[in-house]
């Protein structure tokens, strides 16, 4: 048998038709569905709650209606973002009609340095793929830097998977993720566990299989990172500067030109002067108990100087869990709103929105024009790098606050 990646083992268990032109039927074993039982604890992003109910488990195929389904695939599950037909198709059928993508490996080798996270991992590769980079693949993430991440900081990694054009993105299941699901409310138990564990033990890429795209980036070289622009891609070192648009090559120049204009930005500006106004924590980006941690651990005892800041847990049971752990007055104590878990200010939701011009640090994943409220400015941070801004009112380098 010829050696095969992660997503080939996943990819075919669970064809259950393949037509010549190469169109497939995949079985789908979970298909999340957007509800809101509000009153529930266990309520919240379904891409959090997912995991932590132990819906999501290693070579699955997951679906939900919703692009940053990618998450998932930090447990070493196949999983997507579908449309409303295709929503349709697998409540009628259990199957969703697929095209094979190709195979992308994105390598982070060696050691972060400190404060440098998940979330500057994963925007860090987006700057060098672009948002392009990853169409028509889906892309395993690999290396000692990804295999020393948390299964929270894994999530974070997957879920921008998206961002980068990719299908999907997929981490090979170990130690760390068995022990994170084992005893969930929906994982298997007594004979069904070890069954369930010695097939997820064959979920890893096989030595010499083909990978048609590969990048590898060394985890000493990435900094904390933030957005300029008004795509992930325009993502620099918080010690760099706003880029000047003739910079850039071919199209790019008109759209970084028009990033800077909307964004409000002068060419050759440090990304440390810019000021700001609003701060948001959450989204299925960084909105676990990992994430509040580290932004509470820059905050402790301090008081921030932004306009307004708000903490959006990403469930009933990260906020309950924050509370119990003295996260939550931390958060009160500094001047931040405290809310109840849900999307929030990710993508506008409610009254959480930006007004015109105003400008936010922000833990979520997209920074589009309007994404945040209407002629909105969003800057794409990690949590720590979000509250060392709420602090000192400017983009800042958290490393300096550490």
């Given at each position: 048998?010829?050696?095969?990646?992660?997503?080939?083992?996943?990819?075919?268990?669970?064809?259950?038709?393949?037509?010549?032109?190469?169109?497939?039927?995949?079985?789908?074993d979970r298909h999340l569905v957007h509800e809101y039982p509000v009153s529930d604890v266990?309520?919240?992003?379904?891409?959090?709650?997912?995991?932590?109910?132990?819906?999501?488990?290693?070579?699955?195929?997951?679906?939900?209606?919703?692009?940053?389904?990618?998450?998932?695939?930090?447990?070493?599950?196949?999983?997507?973002?579908?449309?409303?037909?295709?929503?349709?198709?697998?409540?009628?059928?259990?199957?969703?009609?697929?095209?094979?993508?190709?195979?992308?490996?994105?390598?982070?080798?060696?050691?972060?340095?400190?404060?440098?996270?998940?979330?500057?991992?994963?925007?860090?590769?987006?700057?060098?793929?672009?948002?392009?980079?990853?169409?028509?693949?889906?892309?395993?993430y690999c290396g000692e830097a990804i295999r020393d991440l948390s299964m929270e900081g894994?999530?974070?990694?997957?879920?921008?998977?998206?961002?980068?054009?990719?299908?999907?993105?997929?981490?090979?299941?170990?130690?760390?993720?068995?022990?994170?699901?084992?005893?969930?409310?929906?994982?298997?138990?007594?004979?069904?566990?070890?069954?369930?564990?010695?097939?997820?033990?064959?979920?890893?890429?096989?030595?010499?299989?083909?990978?048609?795209?590969?990048?590898?980036?060394?985890?000493?070289?990435?900094?904390?990172?933030?957005?300029?622009?008004?795509?992930?891609?325009?993502?620099?070192?918080?010690?760099?500067?706003?880029?000047?648009?003739?910079?850039?090559?071919?199209?790019?120049?008109?759209?970084?030109?028009?990033?800077?204009?909307?964004?409000?930005?002068?060419?050759?500006?440090?990304?440390?002067?810019?000021?700001?106004?609003?701060?948001?924590?959450?989204?299925?980006?960084?909105?676990?108990?990992?994430?509040?941690?580290?932004?509470?651990?820059?905050?402790?005892?301090?008081?921030?100087?932004?306009?307004?800041?708000?903490?959006?847990?990403?469930?009933?049971?990260?906020?309950?869990?924050?509370?119990?752990?003295?996260?939550?007055?931390?958060?009160?104590?500094?001047?931040?709103?405290?809310?109840?878990?849900?999307?929030?200010?990710?993508?506008?939701?409610?009254?959480?929105?930006?007004?015109?011009?105003?400008?936010?640090?922000?833990?979520?994943?997209?920074?589009?024009?309007?994404?945040?409220?209407?002629?909105?400015?969003?800057?794409?941070?990690?949590?720590?790098?979000?509250?060392?801004?709420?602090?000192?009112?400017?983009?800042?380098?958290?490393?300096?606050?550490?």
């Amino acid at each position: 048998m010829s050696p095969k990646t992660l997503y080939d083992k996943i990819w075919d268990a669970h064809v259950a038709h393949e037509s010549e032109d190469g169109t497939c039927l995949l079985y789908i074993d979970r298909h999340l569905v957007h509800e809101y039982p509000v009153s529930d604890v266990r309520q919240g992003i379904v891409h959090i709650v997912g995991p932590e109910q132990g819906w999501t488990l290693p070579g699955m195929t997951v679906v939900c209606g919703d692009s940053h389904t990618a998450t998932h695939g930090a447990f070493g599950s196949l999983a997507h973002g579908i449309g409303t037909s295709e929503v349709e198709h697998v409540l009628a059928t259990q199957t969703l009609i697929q095209k094979k993508s190709k195979n992308m490996k994105v390598e982070i080798t060696g050691k972060l340095r400190p404060g440098v996270t998940a979330k500057d991992i994963t925007l860090s590769v987006i700057g060098a793929t672009g948002t392009a980079g990853g169409t028509g693949y889906v892309i395993e993430y690999c290396g000692e830097a990804i295999r020393d991440l948390s299964m929270e900081g894994r999530m974070t990694v997957c879920n921008m998977a998206i961002e980068g054009g990719a299908r999907a993105g997929l981490i090979a299941p170990d130690e760390k993720t068995f022990e994170y699901v084992k005893g969930r409310p929906h994982a298997p138990k007594g004979a069904a566990w070890e069954a369930a564990l010695s097939y997820w033990q064959t979920l890893y890429t096989d030595e010499g299989a083909h990978f048609d795209k590969v990048i590898t980036i060394k985890g000493e070289d990435i900094a904390p990172v933030v957005t300029w622009g008004t795509s992930p891609e325009d993502v620099l070192p918080i010690t760099a500067t706003v880029p000047a648009p003739e910079s850039f090559k071919g199209g790019k120049v008109e759209a970084a030109q028009r990033s800077l204009d909307y964004m409000g930005l002068t060419a050759g500006q440090k990304l440390t002067d810019i000021e700001i106004d609003t701060v948001f924590i959450g989204s299925c980006t960084n909105g676990r108990i990992e994430d509040l941690r580290a932004a509470a651990e820059i905050l402790k005892g301090k008081k921030i100087k932004v306009k307004r800041a708000m903490v959006v847990p990403g469930s009933g049971l990260v906020r309950a869990q924050a509370e119990e752990e003295g996260l939550a007055q931390i958060f009160i104590d500094a001047g931040f709103e405290w809310r109840l878990a849900g999307c929030s200010m990710c993508l506008a939701m409610n009254p959480d929105q930006l007004s015109e011009g105003e400008r936010c640090a922000s833990t979520s994943n997209r920074n589009f024009e309007g994404r945040q409220g209407y002629k909105g400015r969003t800057h794409l941070v990690s949590p720590a790098m979000a509250a060392a801004a709420a602090i000192t009112g400017h983009l800042t380098d958290v490393r300096e606050m550490m």
